[in-house]
């Protein structure tokens, strides 16, 4: 009857819902992350990497990594991130790790933690790794060297006008397109609607402003 009922309406359920592909995806994130404790517990230790970013919806999230040593080599597992908009202190932030390195049964094996170089993380008086190594004293606080190459690149880049010029211009492209009708409503541009390039008005050189960039009647 049940079934007679869906069909008869068009509310058939298939692979396609969102329900079923979120509880889909829950599914697989719970077998992951138990096989992931599994290794965790017979590693002889083990490495946390944090770094914070912001999505779509400006809301901060905190991606949690673990690193650790198995039979077949070392290994990076992400485990899952967490949102941060609310709570961004250092206490926040260090209390947070110790309740993920718990939850992993793996807090007496840590024996070193990896942040970006921010204060909040990198102070040794009442930074993050200051406040996660009460608990695992081993914890080694280690800079990202790949963040650090990061700012080599960035830095270097920033000192010459041609990589300047170039990495505006991407920045632009992502946040035009971050910005148009498609990607926040959803839906495509209306018939009659083009996307029109435009020069700086008084630009006196060869370049595209991504800030001109505006839509116009055909």
Known sequence: MDLHYHLSTNKVFSGTSGKIQNDLI?????VMGEEIRREVNKAPFVSVMVDETTDAS????????LR??????VEERFVRFEDVTSGKRAD???GLIIRFLVENECLGKVVAQGFDGAAVVSSGLNGVQAKVKERPPLALFIHCYAHRLNLVLTQGASK?????????HLSGLAAFFSRSAHATTGQNLPAGVSLVWHRHGGSTHPEWSIQSLRREML
């Open 26 to 30: 829950t599914s697989i994130a719970e």
């Open 68 to 73: 650790y040593v198995t039979d077949t080599g």
């Open 92 to 94: 926040d932030i260090a």
């Open 160 to 168: 010459l006008k041609e990589c300047k010029i170039f990495f505006a």
């Open 58 to 65: 400006n809301a901060a999230q905190l991606a949690l990594v």
